[in-house]
């Protein structure tokens, strides 16, 4: 699911440990309720995606796992 990141005025934004400060190249992440995640992209933080917990640990296993 994708929503606009202003829909979402209690999500506590956090830096990913793995971004860096290159040309403001982050991706941002923030904890909501019911155990799903709201990823952004720092640079545009309008849009954001929502992934529920199941998704996104499947999401970070793949990326451990080279998938992409």
Known sequence: MTTTADALPSADWFKSSY?????????EG???????????????????????????TAFVQALADGEF
């Open 19 to 27: 971004s860096n400060d290159d040309n403001g190249a982050c991706v």
């Open 30 to 56: 923030a904890h909501l309720p019911g155990r799903t995640m709201a990823v952004r992209d720092s640079k545009n933080p309008g849009p954001a995606f929502i992934l529920t917990g199941n998704a996104w």
